[in-house]
C-alpha cells in the first residue's frame, strides 16, 4: 500500500525557533498533500492544502506566514512552523493524496511529528 | 473545520461487548471513512464507505452510512482490550483534490 513517511517524530524546541517538519510519499507520487494539526484529547484539524508546484492554500484562522508549506517536489512537502511558541505545541499529521485517476478521495496519512516549545 | 459530531464523545464497555459509535455530517459527501487512532500515535485506517453504499463489512467492523440523515455508525462487536482507542469519522467530498474532514471522535475504553 502507499506509504507516507514523516520527520521528525518528535522534536523539543526552544520558543522562538523555527521547526521543520517534512512529509514524503514514498512509493508514490501526490499531487496533494495535506497538514493537519491535532490538540491533545481533540480531533485533527485541517490546516491547508499544499498542491506540488504552486502556493498553499490555508484555512481559515491559520497564520500562512507563520505555518510556512512548501510543495517542490510530487513526493515531499514541508511545514515550517516560524517563531514557535509553546502554543503551537501539538501534533502534525500530513496526509497525501492519490493521484489523478483516484476517484474516491483516498489520502493515506504519515505517523505524525510531536512537536513540544519550551 | 470539522465537519460534524460523533457520539458518544467516551465509551466504556467490557471486552466482549459491542462498541457503537455515531457520527452526524453536515455537507454532501463522495464517501465517509473510519480511523483509529492509539493514543499518541498515528492514524489506522479502518474502512471506507462511499455515497452509494448503505453498509459496509469487515471483521469485527460493520459501518453504516445514512446520506438522507447525514450519519454513520460503526459497530465493532465482541470488543477487545486492544480496541482501546479514539475513533474519527473523516468525510471526503465531491470535490476533487479536497481533503478529508473529520469528526470529534468517540474515546472507547475495553477493560477485561
Known amino acids: 500500500g502507499a506509504v507516507v513517511s514523516q520527520h521528525p517524530s518528535r522534536v523539543i524546541c526552544k520558543s522562538g525557533t523555527s521547526v521543520k517538519i517534512e512529509c514524503r510519499s514514498l512509493?508514490?507520487?501526490?499531487?496533494?498533500m495535506f497538514w493537519y494539526r491535532q490538540f491533545p484529547k481533540q480531533s485533527l484539524m485541517l490546516m491547508a492544502t499544499?498542491?506540488?508546484?504552486?502556493?498553499?492554500?490555508?484555512e481559515q484562522g491559520v497564520e500562512k506566514d507563520k505555518f510556512l508549506i512548501n510543495h517542490a517536489s510530487l513526493t515531499l512537502s514541508t511545514l515550517t512552523v516560524t517563531s514557535a511558541h509553546p502554543e503551537d505545541s501539538s501534533f502534525y499529521i500530513c496526509?497525501?493524496?492519490?493521484?489523478?485517476?483516484?476517484?474516491?478521495?483516498?489520502?493515506?496519512f504519515g505517523p505524525g511529528t510531536r512537536l513540544t516549545v519550551l | 473545520s470539522q465537519q460534524g459530531e460523533e457520539d458518544p464523545q467516551a465509551l466504556s464497555i467490557q471486552e466482549g461487548e459491542n462498541a457503537t459509535m455515531n457520527c452526524s455530517y453536515k455537507?454532501?459527501?463522495?464517501?465517509l471513512q473510519w480511523y483509529r487512532q492509539n493514543s499518541g500515535r498515528g492514524l489506522v485506517h479502518l474502512i471506507l464507505?462511499?455515497?452509494?453504499?448503505r453498509e459496509k463489512h469487515s471483521g469485527r467492523l460493520r459501518v453504516t452510512l445514512d446520506t438522507s440523515k447525514k450519519s454513520s455508525s460503526l459497530l465493532i462487536t465482541a470488543s477487545r482490550a486492544a480496541d482501546t482507542a479514539s475513533y474519527f469519522c473523516a468525510t471526503g467530498s465531491n470535490q476533487a483534490g479536497t481533503a478529508l474532514i473529520f469528526g470529534k471522535g468517540t474515546t472507547l475504553s475495553v477493560s477485561s
Open positions: 464507505i462511499r455515497s452509494n453504499e
Open positions: 499544499s498542491n506540488e508546484g504552486s502556493k498553499a492554500t490555508y
Open positions: 512509493d508514490f507520487q501526490a499531487t496533494t
Open positions: 496526509s497525501a493524496r492519490l493521484g489523478a485517476g483516484s476517484s474516491y478521495n483516498e489520502q493515506f
Open positions: 455537507t454532501s459527501i463522495n464517501n
